[in-house]
């Protein structure tokens, strides 16, 4: 049973085709006091699984330790191969509060987890978001850049030294970052063509740091068994920057190519509201609210 005070947690690791591993280091997550799995998706494509749990501050924080022991028992980035940027075993672990919960309470459970687990598993850890030391680290993407390939010679610049753990990569689970941050809706749309450069061209577009959305990061991704590609967002503050934006956005440049969006896909779970956005906008809606949906109210 839990309680009034949730924390929300999305630990994203590097494994997403071999199911026995995936099983065995989700099986962490199951039957466990305080805490409720509540979704994870494993992309072939990525080579990634991402998690989402709910639970109380306490037993996340052992639930969480107990995970990263596990996945990096199991996993091993000397051999793994796949579309989504990478540079840890554990890769990325953010908290998100919930209910009852502050973002500083966020904050100082990541700081918590992150400093016990560099020295458990003697893993050079990155504090990102809103627990970042420094403003150039609240990127997660500038603090993955380099991947785990590069890891090595990044840590040795006197900037990049880790936060909590070692000033080298772990010989086979790399780097792992953990933070506190806002819900986060992963948010992909497929296009019509193989042509990874179009993609990563929409991209590079759509995304903030290439002069487009402001809460989006975005990137091309090739989904070798359909001969497709997809551009795979992170939509960073979906009350600020709406999906259906990004969408309209990317079917916008795609004419540029000649090229058609042929669906999109929702990786995890995602707020009520962003949805509602999109429903709101695309049927015209006027004075809409979450008040008006059956479901909503019922948990009220």
């Given at each position: 049973?839990?309680?009034?005070?949730?924390?929300?947690?999305?630990?994203?690791?590097?494994?997403?085709?071999?199911?026995?591993?995936?099983?065995?280091?989700?099986?962490?997550?199951?039957?466990?006091?305080?805490?409720?799995?509540?979704?994870?998706?494993?992309?072939?494509?990525?080579?990634?699984?991402?998690?989402?749990?709910?639970?109380?501050?306490?037993?996340?924080?052992?639930?969480?330790?107990?995970?990263?022991?596990?996945?990096?028992?199991?996993?091993?980035?000397?051999?793994?191969?796949?579309?989504?940027?990478?540079?840890?075993?554990?890769?990325?672990?953010?908290?998100?509060?919930?209910?009852?919960?502050?973002?500083?309470?966020?904050?100082?459970?990541?700081?918590?987890?992150?400093?016990?687990?560099?020295?458990?598993?003697?893993?050079?850890?990155?504090?990102?978001?809103?627990?970042?030391?420094?403003p150039e680290r609240e990127n997660l993407a500038v603090v993955r850049k380099g991947e785990f390939e590069g890891m090595a010679e990044k840590l040795k610049k006197p900037e990049w030294k880790p936060d909590f753990g070692p000033e080298a990569p772990h010989q086979s689970a790399g780097v792992?970052?953990?933070?506190?941050?806002?819900?986060?809706?992963?948010?992909?749309?497929?296009?019509?063509?193989?042509?990874?450069?179009?993609?990563?061209?929409?991209?590079?577009?759509?995304?903030?740091?290439?002069?487009?959305?402001?809460?989006?990061?975005?990137?091309?991704?090739?989904?070798?068994?359909?001969?497709?590609?997809?551009?795979?967002?992170?939509?960073?503050?979906?009350?600020?920057?709406?999906?259906?934006?990004?969408?309209?956005?990317?079917?916008?440049?795609?004419?540029?190519?000649?090229?058609?969006?042929?669906?999109?896909?929702?990786?995890?779970?995602?707020?009520?509201?962003?949805?509602?956005?999109?429903?709101?906008?695309?049927?015209?809606?006027?004075?809409?609210?979450?008040?008006?949906?059956?479901?909503?109210?019922?948990?009220?």
């Open positions: 049973m839990l309680t009034n005070k949730l924390i929300e947690c999305v630990p994203n690791f590097s494994e997403g085709r071999d199911l026995n591993k995936i099983e065995s280091i989700i099986n962490v997550f199951r039957a466990k006091e305080g805490v409720k799995l509540l979704d994870y998706s494993s992309d072939k494509d990525h080579n990634r699984t991402v998690v989402t749990l709910v639970g109380e501050i306490e037993p996340i924080k052992s639930c969480i330790i107990e995970f990263m022991e596990k996945a990096i028992e199991l996993i091993d980035l000397r051999t793994h191969q796949g579309q989504h940027p990478r540079m840890g075993a554990v890769d990325v672990v953010p908290f998100i509060p919930i209910r009852n919960v502050t973002m500083e309470e966020a904050v100082e459970l990541s700081k918590e987890i992150a400093q016990t687990a560099a020295e458990k598993f003697n893993l050079p850890i990155f504090l990102y978001e809103k627990s970042a030391s420094v792992t970052a953990i933070g506190a941050r806002m819900p986060l809706v992963a948010f992909n749309v497929n296009l019509d063509t193989a042509n990874l450069e179009i993609a990563s061209a929409i991209g590079k577009k759509v995304r903030f740091i290439g002069g487009g959305l402001r809460f989006c990061k975005a990137m091309g991704v090739k989904l070798e068994d359909r001969n497709i590609t997809q551009v795979s967002m992170n939509m960073t503050d979906y009350t600020k920057t709406a999906l259906y934006r990004s969408l309209e956005m990317i079917r916008m440049e795609a004419k540029r190519y000649g090229v058609n969006v042929v669906g999109s896909e929702i990786v995890g779970l995602v707020p009520m509201q962003a949805l509602i956005d999109c429903a709101e906008y695309y049927m015209g809606i006027e004075n809409f609210s979450i008040n008006q949906v059956l479901e909503s109210k019922l948990m009220e």
